[in-house]
């Protein structure tokens, strides 16, 4: 065995020891604030004594071939995020978290995984940062890749400890530090719906609900009155949840599905694809109204089923944005990860999630928002403050802005619905040089930036 120590702090506050590949598998759900699933996580170490910093989680690709390339970029995203906060690792350890297909065959995975072990320790070796521990964790048991002994390390592995009998069990209840459970818990609260009734009722509810929202959305004064509307409506949604009585997550979120119909629904997820409303309704951040708030929009979420999987991205946004901002930082995550693989290209999420893992206080884009929820009370007429440009300055300084989408066209047959559904006047104009967005008319521009129908062809992030 590997024999060393890794500190839980840094200097001057109450630091836990670490010793050996059982302490550091244990620790790890209280690293990360969950039980990582089908999951490569790394985390640096600063210092003599070996102190945790930065950590990423990415899922494990599932193509043998594609381990070089993903090992490569992992070390090195690792490392200068690492640098630009904390300074240079001194060392990483590696975490490779899969459970076998069948629940009997652990050794096997861990097997199967080794090259990509070995691939991950290379990459860091050639940063020059040694990887002083890497773990499969797999059945509730843990090998190590790097203990050659199997006295102490054997072929069949160890038991990984009972859960809250450790001493970094302990001195997590005692910091107040909870687990949320797996990962795949978490995501599962926040995906559609597979219940083939369920589907076809709320997917019926957004077509016939988008048809009627798409003119209103691209005329100026009428979009203002659906996002008075949208909000109102979201706002009794909000009411009517907070009513109900708390219960474990399971049942609450049944319970919220349950008050909210699916044409209440279809209206508040189509208008929330306006960046303006959005914007204002991500001011419900804070104090009693940010657990209902997070509650509808996780509901939401769950209601983008079928072909409007790509909308989810706002609702999901939102309930990160709120995460983040009362402090659970794990929930943030994945929520944003989640909004990425609905968008790869959504703005607000990609920002969001950027700050989130680089570590800077969500004060400022509060500030913004509660500034900007003040000024339109003042001016019912006034647009509020995009949270995209907030966020862009405090992420990219001195970066050119991103361009951002004031409406999210509804997948309703394809393009050639799309085509149906497009105003007068509207003609598809030739794409500037190096743009893949087609361009519309002046007339509609300040309020409309059309996309393309369907299943997008980029790759959705995986990673936390």
Same mark, same amino acid.
């Given at each position: 065995m590997n024999k060393h120590h890794e500190s839980t702090g840094p200097a001057g506050e109450q630091q836990i020891t670490l010793r050996g590949p059982a302490d550091l598998a244990d620790a790890l759900p209280y690293l990360m604030g969950f039980y990582p699933n089908d999951s490569v996580v790394m985390v640096a170490l600063h210092g003599g004594q070996g102190r945790f910093g930065g950590r990423l989680r990415l899922g494990i690709p599932q193509a043998p071939g594609e381990w070089g390339p993903v090992a490569d970029q992992l070390a090195e995203c690792l490392v200068s995020g690492s640098e630009r906060r904390e300074g240079r690792p001194d060392a990483i350890v590696i975490f490779l978290c899969q459970d076998s297909p069948d629940g009997s065959s652990a050794r096997l995975t861990m097997e199967r995984l080794r090259p990509f072990a070995q691939r991950l320790r290379t990459a860091c070796g050639a940063l020059d940062v040694p990887v002083l521990e890497a773990l499969c964790i797999s059945d509730g048991r843990y090998w190590s890749y790097c203990c050659p002994d199997p006295r102490c390390c054997p072929d069949q592995g160890n038991p990984l400890a009972m859960p809250g009998t450790t001493v970094m069990a302990a001195a997590a209840t005692y910091a107040g530090v909870h687990v949320r459970g797996t990962l795949r818990d978490m995501e599962a609260r926040l995906q559609p719906w597979r219940t083939p009734a369920a589907?076809?009722?709320?997917?019926?509810?957004?077509?016939?609900?988008?048809?009627?929202?798409?003119?209103?959305?691209?005329?100026?004064?009428?979009?203002?009155?659906?996002?008075?509307?949208?909000?109102? /409506? #979201? %706002? =009794?949604?909000?009411?009517?949840?907070? &009513?109900?009585?708390? !219960? $474990?997550?399971? @049942?609450?979120?049944?319970?919220?599905?349950?008050?909210?119909?699916?044409?209440?629904?279809?209206?508040?997820?189509?208008?929330?694809?306006?960046?303006?409303?959005?914007?204002?309704?991500?001011?419900?951040?804070?104090?009693?109204?940010?657990?209902?708030?997070?509650?509808?929009?996780?509901? /939401? #979420? %769950? =209601?983008?089923?079928?072909?409007?999987? &790509?909308?989810?991205? !706002? $609702?999901?946004? @939102?309930?990160?944005?709120?995460?983040?901002?009362?402090?659970?930082?794990?929930g943030a995550r994945v929520a944003l990860s989640l909004a990425l693989r609905a968008d790869p290209d959504y703005t607000f999420a990609q920002l969001l999630h950027r700050a989130c893992n680089e570590g800077l206080d969500p004060e400022a884009l509060r500030r913004c928002l509660r500034e900007a929820a003040d000024a339109d009370e003042e001016q019912p007429g006034a647009d509020a403050g995009s949270g995209e440009a907030v966020a862009g300055s405090a992420t990219d300084r001195g970066a050119t802005p991103l361009r951002v989408r004031k409406i999210r066209p509804l997948p309703q047959g394809g393009r050639r619905r799309a085509r149906a559904l497009r105003p007068p006047g509207a003609e598809r104009h030739k794409a500037s040089p190096g743009s893949t967005r087609p361009r519309v008319p002046a007339a509609g521009r300040r309020t409309h930036e059309a996309r393309r129908y369907g299943r997008r062809g980029s790759r959705a992030r995986r990673h936390d």
């Open positions: 589907v076809r009722a709320q997917e019926k509810a957004l077509d016939t609900a988008g048809p009627a929202l798409l003119p209103r959305l691209l005329d100026e004064r009428a979009r203002r009155e659906v996002a008075t509307e949208t909000l109102g /409506l #979201a %706002r =009794r949604l909000m009411d009517r949840i907070e &009513e109900a009585q708390p !219960a $474990p997550p399971a @049942l609450s979120d049944a319970g919220d599905d349950q008050v909210i119909g699916s044409d209440e629904a279809a209206a508040v997820i189509l208008g929330l694809q306006d960046r303006e409303t959005r914007d204002k309704a991500a001011a419900w951040m804070e104090g009693p109204e940010a657990q209902s708030a997070l509650r509808l929009w996780r509901t /939401l #979420a %769950r =209601r983008c089923v079928g072909p409007y999987g &790509e909308h989810a991205a !706002a $609702p999901l946004t @939102l309930a990160g944005w709120v995460s983040w901002s009362t402090g659970d930082e794990p």
